[in-house]
């Protein structure tokens, strides 16, 4: 009997067993279908978004009618640059051979008329080839992406860039069809020596209409978009044949052409003009790229204009460019010698600013080495990276000299280790203590490091910041000491940066425009500046100091001109992953900053894709003071030799009596007694300075210790919790058991 009703028993559990089973599984495909519904919703949701905001873009730009070309006009009142309409010659799609069409889309976007704007394919098979290739080998650009590119984005390289131009991609296709968006393709894009569109093309390069290009010229046309300045037949003839030869060939690969048109398009001499057609001469055409883009990135962005407008708007826009200055920049950019060698496959590129520290006038700009694209990436605007020993003085040695330290001041320069932390010297050795001065020139790290911790992070955050340098919530760390910013800085901001040494203080905000107006002389917008004194002009004396140091005997040497010069030298890492494992002496970027009594510049230098196979050598970080040296000494050949500003007397001294306006003996004995006042007030503000750093530390000091007090307390009771718990559990399991 007791057997049955065990049996039984058994055979109830059992069955109770399946039934919870069965409920469980149950309730996990309840759950599942509800997640699988959830993920529909969210992702018709997304689309619903995707096609409501494709819907809403506005693309009647493509069809704007063209007015006049603008003008931009140097600081002395002469034209210096035109701005090129890229549709002041447009051609419809029969005036345009069909062999064109065909040559444009057989290099540019062969599923051209497969797809919808947007390539996913050719997006996969870019992606693949760049992995494989190492760096950016292949874009993924469709030719209706590029047209958006053109008309509507910026040169920027970001992501929410990229989605844009996809969006506006697929909006184009949407209302247009393919013969239509060619047309306004071919209408847009820049084929090089000044010249946008494929009729200005044709009558540059062949002196004809397009209508009447062979298949031979139509192939080389169309070689020209990738590169216009490296392919022109005009500069090099050799590498215009073997492109348009690649051209022919994509073009019998796809069908397009037969053998026959092949081979006897292959052998055509390339006939280019040498001479400008006289409807085309126009001097000014194209003058100055990079600093024309930013000038329409500033009118843009600071007085509403649109590009369309600036570009055809007949306008006249007043700028603060030195064609001097401009043309030494470009002059020293086209001199290899100055670069370090280049890998195969991608050029070491570079970017600079030269500004005017006493008005803010942006002299010059050179955004990138080699072809310049029009409106493409700006390396001495847009580029953004880690500043390394340049950002010392910045975050720093500027606040410490307002402190009250100077150049006589020691420092500390031996181990250390902030809360785990733990900076190193780039020739792994320490000296004990080092003077300020001595740290400054040398660009010591650890000296840096203990002063930024000793005069306290957020006194380094403020100074900084003064100088519109914007900071983000990561950066709140000492390794900001050695420029450690989370998002990076560009030449533009460090030049205004810097500017506030040899003005003594005051900062006045770079720009490029004075003004714009009409040709009638209306004007639409001018330039308001307020220039703000961020810095005493004895301290920024002290920097500028500092700086001529570095040069005259320090780690900027490769800058000394036979005139004054300040600056300061910088370098970044190689990140710290396994693509770099065992690579020694290595940079990611090289960096110079530094002025004369006339102008201050920045020069950035580095790949733009850096790998294994692409970072700049042990001396590749001596270049960006040449550059610089170059520069300046061009720009600066028919300028007179100056000395940096010095405060005035009263302002160097505290005091509130000017030596330059006492006279006579009793003036030399106020001087005297002004100068022993002033002395003594000095020492008695240092000395309340460090009396204050020396309470500053000792207070954090203080609360570290109370801190770690606490926190050791709070890790105990946890500690003690979790084994109550346990304990607990434990009691509880074995009590169920």
């Known amino acids: 009997m007791k057997k049955q009703t065990l049996l039984k028993e058994q055979g109830n559990n059992r069955r109770a067993s399946r039934v919870a089973a069965l409920s469980g599984f149950n309730k996990f495909l309840a759950r599942f279908r509800i997640l699988i519904i959830g993920i529909f919703l969210g992702l018709l949701s997304l689309v619903a978004i995707g096609v409501y905001w494709i819907s809403s873009l506005d693309i009647e730009k493509l069809v704007v009618p063209i007015l006049a070309p603008t003008q931009l006009i140097d600081k002395n009142g002469e034209p210096s640059s035109q701005m090129i309409s890229d549709k002041i010659a447009p051609v419809s799609i029969d005036q345009i051979p069909l062999h064109m069409q065909q040559a444009i889309v057989a290099v540019e976007d062969k599923r051209y008329y497969d797809h919808t704007g947007v390539d996913a394919f050719g997006i996969i098979r870019a992606a693949f080839r760049n ?11 469709t030719i209706t992406q590029q047209l958006a590119k053109n008309v509507f984005l910026t040169g920027e390289k970001t992501f929410s860039r990229k989605l844009t131009e996809a969006a506006y991609a697929l909006k184009i296709e949407s209302a247009y069809n393919k013969d239509q968006i060619l047309e306004m393709y071919l ?3 820049y084929f090089g020596e000044g010249q946008w ?29 990738k590169a216009p300045s490296r392919y022109s037949p005009l500069k090099n003839k050799e590498l215009a044949v073997e492109r348009r030869d690649l051209v022919l060939s994509l073009m019998r690969d796809a069908g397009f052409i037969s053998k026959v048109e092949y081979n006897q398009a292959i052998v055509e001499p390339v006939q280019a003009l040498k001479e400008v057609p006289s409807e085309q001469q126009n001097n000014l055409l194209g003058q100055y790229a990079s600093y024309t883009d930013e000038v329409i990135d500033e009118a843009i962005e600071l007085y509403g204009f649109t590009e369309r407008q600036l570009l055809a708007g007949n306008l006249l826009i007043y700028t603060e460019l030195d064609p001097v200055v401009q043309s030494a920049m470009e002059n020293t950019y086209r001199n290899d010698s100055l670069f370090p060698e280049s890998a195969p496959d991608q ?18 700009i050179v955004g990138q080495r080699g072809e310049h694209v029009f409106r493409g990436f700006n390396h001495a ?32 320069d031996g181990p250390l280790d902030i809360k785990g932390y733990k900076p190193n010297n780039s020739d792994h ?15 010591r790290n650890i000296p840096a490091v203990w002063l930024l911790n000793e005069i306290g992070l957020q006194t380094g955050k403020a100074f900084v ?34 500017s506030v040494f040899p003005n003594l203080g005051t900062k006045v905000p770079a720009h490029t425009i004075s003004k714009i107006t ?12 307020q220039a703000d004194s961020v810095m005493l002009p004895e301290d920024a004396h002290a920097m500028t100091e500092l700086l001529i140091d570095v040069v005259r005997e320090g780690t900027g040497k490769n800058a000394a001109m036979n005139r004054p010069v300040a600056g300061k030298t910088g370098t970044t890492q190689l990140p710290q992953n396994k693509q770099f494992a065992g690579i020694t002496g290595g940079s990611k970027d090289a960096w110079f900053v530094g002025y004369t009594p006339e102008l201050v510049g920045a020069v950035w230098l580095g790949y733009d894709n850096t790998d294994s196979k692409h970072y700049l050598t042990t001396s590749g970080g001596q270049y960006p003071a040449l550059i610089f040296k170059e520069m300046m000494s061009l720009a600066l050949t028919d300028v007179p030799i100056s000395e940096f500003n010095r405060p005035a007397t009263g302002q160097i001294n505290k005091g509130n009596v000017s030596k330059e306006n006492v006279k006579g003996d009793k003036g030399k004995k106020d001087r005297d007694k002004q100068d022993k006042k002033d002395k003594d007030k000095d020492k008695k503000d240092r000395d309340k300075d460090k009396k204050d750093r020396d309470k500053d530390k000792k207070d954090r000091d203080k609360q570290d210790k109370k801190d770690k007090e606490k926190q050791d307390k709070k890790d105990k009771k946890e500690k003690q919790d979790k084994k109550d718990k346990k304990e607990k559990q434990d009691k509880k399991d074995k009590k169920e058991k």
Do not use: C
């Open 131 to 141: 992995v494989k290739e190492g760096g950016a080998a292949q874009g993924g650009s």
């Open 187 to 189: 209408n847009q894009i």
């Open 197 to 225: 569109g494929i009729q200005r093309a044709a009558k540059r390069y062949f002196g004809k209409d397009t209508k009447d290009l062979t298949l031979s010229e139509s192939a080389l046309l169309a070689a020209l978009p």
């Open 347 to 364: 050029l070491v590129q570079s970017g600079a600013v030269i500004m005017d520290p006493s008005t803010g006038g942006i002299r010059g």
């Open 381 to 412: 605007t847009q580029l953004v990276r880690q500043p390394g020993s340049v950002f010392k003085p910045l975050m720093v040695y500027g606040p410490a000299l307002e402190k009250g330290y100077d150049a006589k001041s020691m420092l500390y």
């Open 429 to 443: 050795r320490t000296l004990g203590q080092v003077s300020l001065r001595d740290a400054v020139i040398h660009s």
């Open 465 to 498: 910041e003064k100088l519109d340098i914007p900071l983000s919530e990561e950066d709140n760390n000492l390794s900001l000491a050695l420029g450690g910013l989370s998002q990076g800085l560009s030449p533009l901001q460090l030049v205004q940066a810097y």
């Open 518 to 529: 009409t040709t009638d002389g209306r004007v639409l917008a001018e330039a308001k500046l």
